[in-house]
């Protein structure tokens, strides 16, 4: 039989296992055909012992409404980056690509499909340049990988983030208060400027624009003259002033234990306050809820569209692509056309002109 691995790797994402179950059924109707998945990303090849299992129909049966992903994943190693922590305590990356290749012939591995953003696909580049049989499938909540119109997991994540807008439009209305909103998006405000407009918010500040606390003052006196006296604010966690920059904290190093705290909802709250703002603030950090829970219609049809293409893709030997969704179809394109440029908003879009429309304040 051939055998085709699948990993899933970076942050998770409503709609994994919705491409994991379609991968495993649409391989389910070749009969020569084996899917394992490595648990957390690549690391389960590079274990000793290696940790993958074997997926079958039976295995993703109704997988495809949960959440988050049954073969794990990882932000961290790869065979490109693999922690290793030296005598004093430090730690330090090596290479294991050679061994990573190795390790596949070994266990007769003919195909890989990997699920992942950003990093991942980057990784996906480099072992096909290594000469290994790799089919990508973007992934990600945030909507900032080039040549897919979305990425599934994005359309959840924006409907949880409007859901909170839309529970924090009354608790402010009742309290006359300022609520602000942090949501993910480090590069780009991709969730915050969907869940503004959806949600109904006035004032959206995302990294592509930064803002100047004047005009976001200016904007809620201009409320308040017009006779209102609450307002709703939605930011990105990577939305930054003019004169400073992301507040986002993380350890870099490669093993250590990541603490990442949200900082940018907090730091306007103190920058309206110093502005002269009077009215009360209060503050809320959606953080990983954006990232958990049952994928959406939209994300679960995305998700089996990439998966059934993916699989095509392999059958196809059309190693180096990447599946992208070109409404209204599922295409194939070079890993290279996704990780080349960054998908930041574009401020000449019709979507910034509909929140503009909408008066909505973008710093
Ligand atoms: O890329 C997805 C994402 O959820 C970002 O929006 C967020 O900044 C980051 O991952 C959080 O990563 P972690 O899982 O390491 O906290």
Known sequence: KKRLLIATGGGDCPGLNAVIRAIVKRASFEHNWEVLGSIDAFNGILKDPMHIIELTPEKVAGIHIQGGTIIGTTNKGGPFNWPIKNPDGTWTTVDRSQDF????????IEALINVGGDGSQRISQQLFELGCPVIGVPKTIDNDLSATDFTFGFQTAVDIATDAVDKLVTTAASHHRILILEVMGRFAGWIALHSAIAGGAEVCLIPEISYNIKNIMQAINERIDRGHDFANIVIAEGARPVDGDMTFVESDEPGAMKIKLGGAGLRLAQELKNAGCTIDI??????????????????????????????????????????????????????????????????????VATARGLGISLG
């Open 101 to 108: 290749l190795d390790r596949l012939r070994y266990q007769n």
């Open 282 to 351: 209060r503050v809320t950090i959606l953080g990983h809820l954006q990232r958990g829970g049952t994928p959406n219609a939209f994300d679960r049809i995305l998700a089996s569209q990439f998966g059934v293409k993916a699989f095509e893709l392999v059958l196809q030997e059309k190693w180096g692509s990447m599946v992208a969704y070109r409404h209204p179809n599922i295409v194939a394109v070079p890993i290279t056309e996704a990780i080349e440029k960054y998908n930041y908003i574009d401020l000449n879009s019709d979507l």
